[in-house]
T-cell receptor, first 112, second 112 residues
Framework: GAGVSQSPSNKVTEKGKDVELRCDPI?????LYWYRQSLGQGLEFLIY????????KSGLPSDRFSAERTGGSVSTLTIQRTQQEDSAVYLC??????????FGPGTRLTVL | GENVEQHPSTLSVQEGDSAVIKCTYS??????FPWYKQELGKGPQLIID?????GEKKDQRIAVTLNKTAKHFSLHITETQPEDSAVYFC???????????FGTGTRLLVSP
C-alpha cells in the first residue's frame, strides 16, 4: 500500500518568507510526527499528533513553527518568517499505535 | 528527558566483514529500541527493533542486543554487503512507544 508522502520534495525560499510543508500519512494511522534533520545530524522531534488529543508541541523550536492536522489525516507544518537556520530536511512519520513509525521521504528546505 | 548516544559516527568495513554500532540511553523507563537505516535522499526505514522484555533479536544478517542493566543496545550486521552502506540511527522510547529519541547516526561504508 501507499506509504507516507510529503510535498514538496524540495523548497527554496527567501529569508523572512513563510513556508508550508505537507504530510499525507498512511491511511488509518492515528499518530503523526514531524521531525527536523539538519545536515549530517540526527532527527530532532518537533510535534506529535495522536487522534483527537491535543498535540504534543514540546519540540517546536520557536513560535514561528506551527502545525495542524485536519480531519485526523493530512498535516501541514508552517514556518513563519523563515531564517537561514531553519534550513534542514523536515521528515514526517505516522504509525498505528503502538507500532512502528513509518517515515516519508522528507522535504528539503533551503532558506537563502 | 531521554538522551541517546551513538558510536561510532562513521564506520568503514570490507565486504563480508561484520559491523557493530552501539547506543546508550539514559532513561531506565525506556522500553522500545528501534534501528533505522537511511539511504541518501530517503526517509529512515525501520530494519529491526527490540522491546525490553527480550535481550536479543535476529533477522537474517542483522541482530540487536539489549543490556537493560547497562542501558545500552547494539546493532550487529554480519556478512556486510555494499548495499548496506547507509546512515544507521538508533532510538529509544518510553511507555506506550509514543515519542522516539534518536541517536546522532552512524555512517556505514562497505567497500567491495
Amino acid at each position: 500500500g501507499a506509504g507516507v508522502s510529503q510535498s514538496p520534495s524540495n523548497k527554496v525560499t527567501e529569508k523572512g518568507k513563510d513556508v508550508e510543508l505537507r504530510c499525507d500519512p498512511i491511511s488509518g494511522h492515528t499518530a503523526l510526527y514531524w521531525y527536523r534533520q539538519s545536515l549530517g545530524q540526527g532527527l530532532e522531534f518537533l510535534i506529535y499528533f495522536q487522534g483527537n488529543s491535543a498535540p504534543d508541541k514540546s519540540g517546536l523550536p520557536s513560535d514561528r513553527f506551527s502545525a495542524e492536522r485536519t480531519g485526523g489525516s493530512v498535516s501541514t507544518l508552517t514556518i513563519q518568517r523563515t531564517q537561514q537556520e531553519d534550513s534542514a530536511v523536515y521528515l514526517c512519520a505516522s504509525k498505528s499505535s503502538p507500532d512502528t513509525q513509518y517515515f516519508g521521504p522528507g522535504t528539503r528546505l533551503t532558506v537563502l | 528527558g531521554e538522551n541517546v548516544e551513538q558510536h561510532p559516527s562513521t564506520l568503514s568495513v570490507q565486504e563480508g566483514d561484520s559491523a557493530v554500532i552501539k547506543c546508550t540511553y539514559s532513561d531506565s523507563a525506556s522500553n522500545y529500541f528501534p534501528w533505522y537505516k537511511q539511504e541518501l535522499g530517503k526517509g529512515p526505514q525501520l530494519i529491526i527493533d527490540i522491546r525490553s522484555n527480550v535481550g536479543e533479536k535476529k533477522d537474517q544478517r542483522i541482530a540487536v542486543t539489549l543490556n537493560k542493566t547497562a542501558k545500552h543496545f547494539s546493532l550487529h550486521i554480519t556478512e556486510t554487503q555494499p548495499e548496506d552502506s547507509a546512515v544507521y540511527f538508533c532510538a529509544a522510547s518510553g511507555v506506550g512507544f509514543q515519542k522516539l529519541v534518536f541517536g546522532t547516526g552512524t555512517r556505514l561504508l562497505v567497500s567491495p
